[in-house]
Every structure is written in structure tokens, then in C-alpha cells.
């Protein structure tokens, strides 16, 4: 079987932050990361340089300091700010000390937030890539273990979209043609073939290998007996699809991702 790859998705519209107000939450996240699971006890900065961005626990003042460096400016060699873009801020998460050069146990987070002024529905984000093997256990991570972060960014971001994926699973993600996706030649060397985009639209929320749906969309929706459904206090739920690591080389668990696209599918866009 392929070593699958998984990722956080967190998604939702405008939304405008003061430095204060990021600084906070941005705070509480990092906290509550790193008590979660000690992979996010370290924010390092790309290889060949394992120094840290900040310690953690993180404090306010330094969060602030971060916040303040973190938002978007016009293209250099300008340093006005850009404040419709919000803040950008990316680190690699690999746990204590002698962990760092051990790529298997590392994670990575990733975010833009405090974007305002456009009706995207996707503008701002929060990724993180799954480590491939969970510290405490030396095992793949199961469903079960990673639902609590999905609740955690959840309460701490209150994203409109929400989704751990499998990677390998996003082309079979629903799609419809859009004329605004047609394909156009890039500009690439001579004799290049390569187009983007598809001619095609991805529908969202789409499937994840756990899959989040706010209150007003799980109430339009019938999940199939067979992925386990948990209800949130915020009135929306959590669909998991299986608790083993989902591959798409499993045929059950592709007959589930499959039965939970046709149950989402009357409130896709």
C-alpha cells in the first residue's frame, strides 16, 4: 500500500483581524497545538536551518511581535501594508529536539488569515500537513486521534469549511465544468503542453477522510449508517469515514468516500 499523505483543510470568507486580534488567536493556537500533541511543540523554520520561529508556549508580547511582522505588504522593495491580505505565517512543526531531522514525526502548519474585502469563500485558510507517524505511539495516526484537532481548529478559527484529506483522493473530488476554469496555455518554455486550469470547478465542501459540516448544511444532509457521525455543540458534525488511515487503494473505504459525495452533494457549490 502507498504511504498516503493527509492534510488539515480549514476555510472561510472575509474576515478582518486588528494585530491584537490575530495576536491572540494565533496564541491559543499555538497553545493549544502543543498540548494536543507534542509534534507541535517546535515552529522551525524550512531546512537546512532548524532554528525556531518563537518558544512555546507561546507569550502575547511575542505573538504580537510575530503578528505585526506576519501581515502582508506590496511587492518589495515597498514595505506599505496591505491589510486586505491579512497575515501569512508558515513553519515546521517536528516536536522536540531530536526529532527535527526525523522527517516521518514532522508536521507542518500553515496559514492566512485577517483577509477582508471579497466575497471568496475561501480566502482565508489554515493547513497543516499530518505527520506520517504519531510521536506518542510510533504508529500512522488513526481517525480518532486526529478528530480532536479538528475540534481544535474549529473552536479556535471557526472556519465555514473543514476537512482532514487524503491526497491521493483529491481527483476524485466532485467537480463541474466552469467556463472560468477553461484551460489556457501558460507561459512555459517552448515545446511545453502544460495547461491550467481544467475547464473544471471543485465543489465544496468536498469529501475529506473526516469531513466537517457547519450546523445549516448537516441539518440539509443524511450521512449513510455506515460513517460514524459525531454532533458538535456548535450544531454541526464530524463524519469520519473510517478510523484506520483511509487509502484509496481500499475499495470500502472508497464505497464510503463515494456514498458521502452523493449525501453532500444537494448542498455542494
Sequence with gaps: MIDETYDLHAWWGSRPLSVPQCAEVFRAFVNALAEFDPVFSSWLHSRPSDKPY?????????????????????????????????YVMGARNSGPPQYYRRDQYAAATGLNVGCYGTDEEHRNRVE??????????????????????????????????????????????????????????????????IFWPTGERVLFPWVGWLTYLPADLAAKVTIPGDIEVER???????ATLCDEPFTIDNPVHMARAR???????PVQS
Excluded: H
Excluded at 474549529?154 to 476524485?172: A, H, T, V
Design 232 to 238: 458538535l455543540d456548535d450544531g454541526g458534525i464530524i
Design 128 to 193: 497543516i500537513r499530518v505527520s506520517k507517524r504519531r510521536i506518542a505511539t510510533d504508529r500512522p495516526w488513526r481517525a480518532s486521534e486526529l478528530c480532536p484537532l479538528m475540534k481544535l481548529v474549529n473552536c479556535i478559527w471557526q472556519p465555514r469549511e473543514l476537512s482532514i484529506d487524503c491526497w491521493r483522493y483529491g481527483k476524485f473530488a466532485a467537480r463541474i465544468p466552469d467556463k472560468r476554469y477553461e484551460p489556457r496555455k501558460m507561459k512555459l518554455p517552448p515545446g511545453a503542453k
Design 54 to 86: 518563537f518558544d512555546v508556549p507561546l507569550d502575547p508580547a511575542e505573538a504580537a511581535r510575530l503578528m505585526e511582522k506576519a501581515q502582508s505588504r506590496y511587492d518589495l522593495p515597498s514595505d506599505r501594508l496591505w491589510p486586505e491580505l491579512g
Design 259 to 265: 456514498a458521502m459525495e452523493a449525501a453532500i452533494r
